[in-house]
């Protein structure tokens, strides 16, 4: 199985700053059909999960433009522009390359 | 819009079963894969079953792997997962997604195994 790694455990934020998030797989997450699958999901407190990025880079439809993801191969980053209040919550990397799908293990988005 | 919607959760003694829904609307359904994701309180997401587009093809978790079955109806925009033998480790909230990328989650069904 590919394991996810996220670096950061915690990472408290002042409003208005910016924030990133790492996250590592154990192999590199380029399926044979030439993407990459690698999303970053937001979990805001009693809610579930959502997609904000999905391979790498692409925001779903409705994510603010402060989310933004990068990387390639096996190290991702996500990165919020300018945290707002209703960023806190706990943000996974997950790839979608292969079965099983795996996930980071978290990283909580908190206000300082 | 694409909606998810789970049933079917509960509280169930260890070694019974449940069998969770999850409706579709808002795309064809017929067109994609399905995920089962569970996660347990205050823990992380735990994938546990896909289903291809079709129904033929299906791939579990080793932790449910002959304990849970993954199944669709395309002509009711309907996936199900029927969960036998039950432990308690199975506890926890269930939430279906699309594939092949698990790009849209349902809200969840919370299941509680304990005697």
């Known amino acids: 199985d590919i394991v996810m790694t996220q670096t950061p455990l915690s990472s408290p934020v002042t409003l208005g700053q910016p924030a990133s998030i790492s996250c590592r797989s154990t192999q590199s997450l380029v399926h044979s059909d030439g993407n990459t699958y690698l999303s970053w999901l937001q979990q805001r407190p009693g809610q579930p999960p959502r997609v904000l990025i999905y391979k790498i880079s692409n925001r779903l439809s409705g994510v603010p433009d402060r989310f933004s993801g990068s990387g390639a191969g096996t190290e991702f980053t996500l990165k919020i522009s300018r945290v707002e209040a209703e960023d806190v919550g706990v943000y996974y990397c997950?790839?979608?390359?292969?079965?099983?799908?795996?996930f980071g293990g978290g990283t909580t988005v908190e206000i300082k | 819009q694409v909606q998810l919607v789970e049933s079917g959760g509960g509280v169930v003694q260890p070694g019974r079963s449940l069998r969770l829904s999850c409706v579709a609307s808002?795309?064809?359904?017929?067109?994609?894969?399905m995920h089962w994701v569970r996660q347990a309180a205050g823990k992380g997401l735990d994938w546990v079953a896909v289903?291809?587009?079709?129904?033929?093809?299906?791939y579990y978790a080793d932790s449910v792997k002959g304990r849970f079955t993954i199944s669709r109806d395309n002509s009711e925009n309907t996936l199900y997962l029927q969960m036998n033998s039950l432990k308690g480790e199975d506890t926890g909230v269930y939430y279906c997604a699309r594939g092949p990328s698990a790009d849209y989650w349902g809200q969840g069904t919370l299941i509680t195994v304990s005697s």
């Open positions: 808002g795309f064809t359904f017929s067109d994609y894969s």
């Open positions: 289903i291809s587009y079709h129904g033929t093809n299906k």
């Open positions: 997950m790839q979608a390359k292969q079965i099983p799908h795996t």
